[in-house]
């Protein structure tokens, strides 16, 4: 227990009884949640949740909780929850349902599968998710298993361009995943002997206090900050953190490859690499040495927008950190050098021998190895069911299993033009899409009313739901769940406290209908049994580290939290190679400057810059029509993507979506602060309220992701006024980069003026009513 707590009060067992309440330790993750794992003591009293705190004694959050998880309380009892299954009885977006039994349901669901299976077979039903979390194995477990089918995706979001190209080019590069360490892997914590304090973390491409994405809580930045970390922040806006850092990058939206090649340059040309490091443990330095050669700093300050002088400054002082450590985020993925600008991002990482080292970058599985993934149970199909996945054929990194998951592009496409084969039927679980994933929301619209049969588990109706849905099914939340937190490190219980109607988990729901559908891979009888399963399925494809898990979930459950112990330098001890040998996961056994794999297929073996598809360099006509860089996605305290727009407490914080302007470029509009403005280029527009922002470049702005209305009419044409401020009207799809990864979500061109009574309009009905802008993708 850390020092200071009160015993009496914050206890270490996992439940206790507190005057009238129970008090249970737990992890709250979702639903609703992000993509942490805080720890929490929930109170409930009668069989209802009454109030819910952060767990001092949880290593990871140390007591800490976003305003989100405070606000917990209204977002559970919320009236507009959904309360029990719903059949369609109208027309499509018409919102009118019946209610159901769960057994009505789920013989809906068989029949309309068999019907496919035996018609069109089985690679004609889509499993889709959003962000995963809690069921990151769960949605493609029922997909691969259950509907027998090749085909889980990703919410028809374009390019996987969220951590997967991250994800497989760690991969391809190392063998595994890292992460920024600040001792969360640790027992003890920043009291660990063996942990050393970041000298200098470079932030690239995200803002961690407000996202806390990848299973990384921005607070340990803070901590670490106030330890002596010195920071490195590559954004196009002035964060809190940026504005506390010696060197802040103002890069240029979607130009992220080209300014790591030129900080691989400085680092190169000027001998600041960690040679012992690199000799011994990198593979293709000389080849990258004259890449990079390619990309000097004063011809990158001409594309990135960032001066020379910054970029080496920063070269410099990131290379002389002894540690350095790097933490990344979206706006790797999100342009169509995801793939070369993560591969860019991980050399410079291993040039500065950060790897696996305190307070670098850890060398990460799961704890215990267990099934974490869009995988999950993928196994089971054949290799002739597998090459049916759409977007298999994309590229070879798809053909060779660097993705899991099924090819958002290529799910689009399949279903508008029936080829390689129709789609029958999507289950969409946890996603919104045409509200947030789904780039050219529009687009996805139409093609959701088109697929025959849809399935839609989620916690309240969506504008998905209303639009496309034959059967909405309700979803308990993260306190109505028995479940386990396995994303990365460590292991931690979800423990079900109460009961909301007739509201069931999603493992719950899968597991029930899986048994309907194919019991003998659904073989346990109970949600808690096949989470046992989970935490030991290690033992399916056991690995050199870490160990498989033995134990039950009612033993994690008690005991809350579980890992084993943690190693540093795993590539000196022979536990990254399942053949014992010291050395990475990968061809050679080093870390791949020069990927060989990629060689192999034909793809470029070292790190490139490629400039967005649109913009002021690639297209300079186009770009005086739409002379503004337009930037997506960036995070909000209050919600986490389309969710919590229904909450009071949330929207009173933050009523409306909000566009960020450099005021000069507002002036030259008539645009002032609080203005109602247009956000249009050839795609389509959106509408939000401008927030004028001194620390933009002029050239930028800068716009909020994931708005709907819940207090509008959910019946089309109102269809909860999903489009009016979407800002993926204006992205693309089927712009990805050549492996297949990356899209412009964050990399885009615009133009922007004020809302009038005379130009105003409901977008939402321009594209339920209207069939959309027109617009034809070239």
Same mark, same amino acid.
Request: glycine share 8%.
């Given at each position: 227990?850390?020092?200071?707590?009160?015993?009496?009060?914050?206890?270490?067992?996992?439940?206790?009884?507190?005057?009238?309440?129970?008090?249970?330790?737990? %992890? /709250?993750?979702?639903?609703?949640?992000?993509?942490?794992? $805080?720890?929490?003591?929930?109170?409930?009293?009668?069989?209802?949740?009454?109030?819910?705190?952060?767990?001092?004694?949880?290593?990871? =959050?140390?007591?800490?909780?976003?305003?989100?998880?405070?606000?917990?309380?209204?977002?559970?009892?919320?009236?507009?929850?959904?309360?029990?299954?719903?059949?369609?009885?109208?027309?499509?977006?018409?919102?009118?349902?019946?209610?159901?039994?769960?057994?009505?349901?789920?013989?809906?669901?068989?029949?309309?599968?068999?019907?496919? /299976?035996?018609?069109?077979?089985?690679?004609? @039903?889509?499993?889709?998710?959003?962000?995963?979390?809690?069921?990151?194995?769960?949605?493609?477990?029922?997909?691969?298993?259950?509907?027998?089918?090749?085909?889980?995706?990703?919410?028809?979001?374009?390019?996987?361009?969220?951590?997967?190209?991250?994800?497989?080019?760690?991969?391809?590069?190392?063998?595994?995943?890292?992460?920024?360490?600040?001792?969360? =892997?640790?027992?003890?914590?920043?009291?660990?002997?063996?942990?050393?304090?970041?000298?200098?973390?470079?932030?690239?491409?995200?803002?961690?206090?407000?996202?806390?994405?990848?299973?990384?809580?921005?607070?340990?930045?803070?901590?670490?900050?106030?330890?002596?970390?010195?920071?490195?922040?590559?954004?196009?806006?002035?964060?809190?953190?940026?504005?506390?850092?010696?060197?802040?990058?103002?890069?240029?939206?979607?130009?992220?490859?080209?300014?790591?090649?030129?900080?691989?340059?400085?680092? @190169?040309?000027?001998?600041?690499?960690?040679?012992?490091?690199?000799?011994?443990?990198?593979?293709?330095?000389?080849?990258?040495?004259?890449?990079?050669?390619?990309?000097?700093?004063?011809?990158?300050?001409?594309?990135?927008?960032?001066?020379?002088?910054?970029?080496?400054?920063?070269?410099?002082?990131?290379?002389?950190?002894?540690?350095?450590?790097?933490?990344?985020?979206?706006?790797?993925?999100?342009?169509?050098?995801?793939?070369?600008?993560?591969?860019?991002?991980?050399?410079?990482?291993?040039?500065?021998?950060?790897?696996?080292?305190?307070?670098?970058?850890?060398?990460?599985?799961?704890?215990?190895?267990?099934?974490?993934?869009?995988?999950?149970?993928?196994?089971?199909?054949?290799?002739?069911?597998?090459?049916?996945?759409?977007?298999?054929?994309?590229?070879?990194?798809?053909?060779?299993?660097?993705?899991?998951?099924?090819?958002?592009?290529?799910?689009?496409?399949?279903?508008?033009?029936?080829?390689?084969?129709?789609?029958?039927?999507?289950?969409?679980?946890?996603?919104?899409? @045409?509200? =947030?994933?789904?780039?050219?929301?529009?687009? @996805?619209?139409?093609?959701?009313?088109?697929?025959?049969? =849809?399935?839609?588990?989620?916690?309240?109706?969506?504008?998905? %739901?209303?639009?496309?849905?034959?059967?909405?099914?309700?979803?308990?939340?993260?306190?109505?769940?028995?479940?386990?937190?396995?994303?990365?490190?460590?292991?931690?219980?979800?423990?079900?406290?109460?009961?909301?109607?007739? $509201?069931?988990?999603?493992?719950?729901?899968?597991?029930?209908?899986?048994?309907?559908?194919?019991?003998?891979?659904?073989?346990?009888?109970?949600?808690?049994?096949?989470?046992?399963?989970?935490?030991?399925?290690?033992?399916?494809?056991?690995?050199?580290?870490?160990?498989? %898990?033995?134990?039950?979930?009612?033993?994690?459950?008690?005991?809350?939290?579980?890992?084993?112990?943690?190693?540093?330098?795993?590539?000196?001890?022979?536990?990254?190679?399942?053949?014992?040998?010291?050395?990475?996961?990968?061809?050679?056994?080093?870390?791949?400057?020069?990927?060989?794999?990629?060689?192999?297929?034909? /793809?470029?073996?070292?790190?490139?810059?490629?400039?967005?598809?649109?913009?002021?360099?690639?297209?300079?006509?186009?770009?005086?029509?739409?002379?503004?860089?337009?930037?997506?996605?960036?995070?909000?305290?209050?919600?986490?993507?389309?969710?919590?727009?229904?909450?009071?407490?949330?929207?009173?914080?933050?009523?409306?979506?909000?566009?960020?302007?450099?005021?000069?470029? %507002?002036?030259?509009?008539?645009?002032?602060?609080?203005?109602?403005?247009?956000?249009?280029?050839?795609?389509?527009? $959106?509408?939000?309220?401008?927030?004028?922002?001194?620390?933009?470049?002029?050239?930028?702005?800068?716009?909020?992701?994931?708005?709907?209305?819940?207090?509008?009419?959910?019946?089309?044409?109102?269809?909860?006024?999903?489009?009016?401020?979407?800002?993926?009207?204006?992205?693309?799809?089927?712009?990805?980069?050549?492996?297949?990864?990356?899209?412009?979500?964050?990399?885009?061109? $615009?133009?922007?003026?004020?809302?009038?009574?005379?130009?105003?309009?409901?977008?939402?009905?321009?594209?339920?009513?209207?069939?959309?802008?027109?617009?034809?993708?070239?």
């Amino acid at each position: 227990m850390p020092e200071g707590i009160n015993k009496d009060i914050y206890k270490d067992e996992w439940q206790w009884q507190e005057g009238e309440y129970t008090v249970t330790r737990t %992890a /709250q993750w979702t639903g609703p949640g992000c993509h942490d794992s $805080c720890g929490v003591l929930f109170y409930t009293k009668d069989g209802k949740l009454e109030k819910i705190e952060g767990d001092p004694n949880a290593p990871y =959050n140390q007591g800490r909780l976003c305003m989100r998880c405070l606000n917990m309380i209204e977002t559970v009892y919320h009236p507009d929850r959904l309360k029990w299954p719903l059949k369609r009885v109208g027309k499509r977006g018409e919102n009118k349902w019946e209610r159901i039994t769960w057994d009505e349901a789920y013989d809906m669901i068989v029949e309309n599968v068999r019907k496919f /299976q035996k018609e069109n077979g089985p690679e004609s @039903i889509v499993g889709l998710e959003g962000t995963g979390r809690n069921i990151v194995w769960i949605t493609p477990y029922l997909t691969y298993c259950g509907f027998g089918s090749p085909n889980f995706g990703l919410g028809f979001l374009s390019g996987d361009s969220c951590y997967l190209p991250r994800v497989s080019t760690t991969f391809a590069t190392c063998g595994d995943f890292n992460v920024v360490d600040c001792s969360q =892997n640790l027992p003890d914590r920043y009291a660990d002997p063996e942990w050393k304090v970041p000298e200098v973390i470079m932030i690239w491409g995200n803002n961690p206090l407000v996202s806390n994405g990848d299973n990384f809580l921005g607070h340990w930045i803070v901590d670490v900050m106030k330890m002596g970390t010195k920071l490195i922040v590559v954004d196009p806006q002035l964060t809190w953190l940026a504005a506390r850092a010696d060197h802040w990058l103002q890069i240029r939206p979607g130009t992220d490859a080209a300014l790591a090649l030129a900080m691989i340059n400085v680092i @190169i040309s000027e001998g600041l690499y960690d040679k012992k490091f690199v000799e011994e443990w990198t593979y293709g330095f000389d080849e990258l040495a004259e890449r990079a050669k390619q990309y000097p700093p004063d011809k990158v300050a001409e594309i990135s927008w960032v001066p020379k002088e910054q970029i080496i400054e920063a070269a410099r002082f990131f290379a002389k950190a002894n540690p350095g450590a790097l933490q990344w985020g979206l706006a790797v993925d999100q342009s169509v050098s995801g793939i070369p600008c993560a591969h860019a991002l991980t050399c410079i990482n291993a040039l500065c021998g950060n790897l696996d080292v305190p307070g670098g970058n850890m060398m990460v599985r799961c704890a215990y190895n267990v099934a974490d993934s869009y995988g999950a149970g993928k196994w089971n199909l054949s290799e002739e069911m597998n090459r049916k996945q759409l977007g298999f054929d994309i590229s070879p990194m798809h053909q060779n299993h660097f993705s899991a998951s099924a090819h958002g592009d290529s799910i689009l496409r399949a279903i508008e033009t029936d080829r390689p084969y129709p789609v029958k039927m999507l289950w969409m679980q946890t996603t919104n899409p @045409i509200a =947030n994933m789904g780039a050219e929301a529009p687009r @996805i619209y139409k093609a959701l009313k088109k697929v025959e049969f =849809n399935v839609v588990v989620d916690l309240f109706m969506t504008p998905t %739901a209303v639009a496309c849905a034959d059967l909405v099914l309700p979803a308990g939340m993260s306190c109505e769940r028995n479940s386990v937190r396995a994303w990365w490190w460590p292991l931690k219980s979800i423990s079900k406290v109460t009961q909301y109607e007739e $509201c069931k988990s999603d493992e719950q729901i899968v597991l029930e209908l899986g048994k309907r559908l194919n019991p003998e891979l659904f073989p346990w009888e109970t949600d808690v049994d096949m989470m046992t399963w989970f935490i030991q399925s290690g033992k399916l494809f056991p690995v050199a580290w870490p160990p498989q %898990a033995e134990f039950t979930f009612d033993d994690l459950k008690k005991n809350v939290i579980s890992a084993p112990k943690w190693e540093y330098k795993k590539y000196e001890k022979g536990l990254l190679r399942n053949d014992g040998e010291p050395g990475f996961n990968t061809p050679t056994g080093k870390v791949e400057l020069f990927v060989t794999v990629f060689d192999g297929w034909g /793809q470029d073996p070292l790190p490139y810059y490629e400039e967005p598809h649109e913009s002021p360099v690639t297209t300079p006509e186009l770009f005086k029509q739409y002379p503004l860089v337009l930037t997506t996605g960036q995070r909000q305290w209050e919600y986490f993507h389309s969710e919590q727009r229904q909450m009071p407490t949330m929207r009173e914080f933050k009523p409306d979506p909000i566009v960020e302007i450099h005021p000069e470029t %507002a002036a030259a509009q008539g645009i002032q602060e609080g203005d109602w403005v247009w956000i249009e280029n050839m795609r389509g527009k $959106c509408k939000q309220k401008a927030k004028l922002s001194h620390t933009l470049n002029p050239k930028v702005i800068r716009a909020e992701h994931g708005w709907w209305f819940p207090e509008k009419a959910g019946a089309e044409p109102s269809l909860f006024g999903v489009f009016d401020s979407n800002i993926n009207n204006l992205i693309p799809m089927m712009q990805h980069g050549p492996s297949g990864y990356g899209s412009p979500y964050k990399a885009q061109i $615009c133009k922007i003026y004020k809302v009038t009574l005379e130009n105003d309009q409901s977008v939402t009905e321009t594209v339920t009513k209207m069939g959309g802008f027109g617009y034809v993708e070239k």
